[in-house]
């Protein structure tokens, strides 16, 4: 009885809600793979596509389309757009804040376009411009690679588990942001691009957060307190994410929920957002699924994108209030995004 209770008051809230995803990979993964997009039918073996993020509910996901090689992202852009031109009745490309509410409003998904990566910029804050006006609205500043031609840190990122210790003793050799990686921080807070911390070294973080005079977010990590992998924030990076007005967005990567052989669920997902909500408030918390983003044959904890109220339902089970909700799905990146990209 509680129960059925509780999953039809989360399926009423969860159609009320404009849901804001930090970051998809279905775009570069199929275009990796060599296949047309054909974005608006239903691909099983993807964990999302056009149909399903709108069953889901999804308002607006942040496509990955690039950001090393600049080749492979002019064209991954170009498909992006065409995507949306052959379908304008499902989909709008998201430039602005408030093309997300029209998003919303005209039962649409919203395509943001994003990259993972400077390594495209070959240096130059000129590419950096050209990206944005075609659309690019947010940007990490690498993929965890440093110190190489071109990359914006000057150390590459771990990307393992380790001890509290062991994180302390890699941020000590850790080389943060170059020259130019300061450069771009500054550039993108001028321009209206979103500054990702996401792949970031301990160092590079460090430097993003000192350096931006606008929100940061991580569009997709995890909680380095509830799962000790180096892509997950730290306390103290949760806090000057929080600081700089920005946020962390939980991705559903079971590799970040939980340290295998622990097993991740959907519930483990929700204790990452408490912990952020009890450390710095439930404004500073959002979601980065991460769909078709992960290694083949790894399935994320939401499995699939027609599954998102299965989150939503959780959040209501427990405890938290339907405002509070609203927030961790859409509400914090709409001011986020406001206060960045406009
Ligand atoms: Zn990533």
């Known amino acids: 009885m509680a129960r059925s209770v509780t999953r039809r008051h989360a399926e009423a809230l969860h159609e009320t809600l404009i849901l804001i995803d930090g970051h998809n990979d279905h ?3 199929k275009f990796a793979r060599g296949e047309p997009y054909r974005f608006m039918k239903v691909h099983r073996r993807y964990h999302s596509d056009g149909p399903r993020l709108l069953k889901g509910g999804m308002t607006a996901s942040f496509f990955m389309v ?3 090689a600049l080749d492979r992202s002019v064209a991954l852009i170009e498909r992006a757009h065409r995507e949306i031109e052959d379908h304008p009745e499902s989909l709008m490309l998201v430039t602005r804040t408030g093309d997300i509410r029209k998003a919303k409003r005209t039962g649409r998904l919203g395509v943001m376009l994003s990259w993972e990566s400077g390594l495209a910029l070959g240096n130059s804050l000129d590419v950096l411009h050209a990206a944005y006006r075609l659309g690019v609205r947010a940007s990490t500043l690498t993929h965890n690679e440093g110190g190489t031609a ?7 990122s771990p990307f393992r588990y380790l001890t509290p210790r062991q994180r302390t003793a890699a941020r000590r050799t850790a080389k943060g942001l170059t020259a130019t990686g300061r450069d771009v921080v500054k550039e993108m807070n001028r ?4 500054v990702d911390v996401a792949h970031a070294n301990d160092a590079a973080v460090e430097d993003i957060v000192e350096l931006t005079s606008k929100p940061v977010v991580s569009t997709h990590g995890g909680v380095f307190a509830c799962c000790p992998h180096a892509r997950c924030s730290t306390d103290d990076q949760i806090r ?5 007005g920005g946020l962390l967005s939980i ?4 590799g ?3 340290k295998p052989p622990a097993k991740a669920t959907i519930d483990g997902i ?3 957002i408490a912990h952020v909500a009890d450390l710095v408030g439930i404004d500073h918390v959002g979601i980065g699924t991460d769909f078709d983003g992960l290694s083949d044959g790894v399935w994320p904890v939401v499995r699939t994108a027609d599954r998102l109220p299965r989150l939503t339902e959780a959040m209501v089970r427990r405890g938290l209030s339907d405002a509070e909700i609203r927030k961790v799905w859409g509400g914090n990146y709409l001011r986020v995004l406001k206060a960045t990209i406009g």
Request: glycine residues 12%.
């Open 27 to 29: 775009f570069m993964l």
């Open 66 to 68: 690039g950001g090393h």
């Open 150 to 156: 071109f990359a914006l840190q000057g150390t590459p």
């Open 191 to 194: 321009m209206g691009m979103l």
């Open 240 to 244: 000057a994410i929080a600081a700089t």
């Open 251 to 254: 991705a559903f990567y079971d």
């Open 256 to 258: 970040f929920i939980a």
């Open 270 to 272: 929700v204790d990452q």
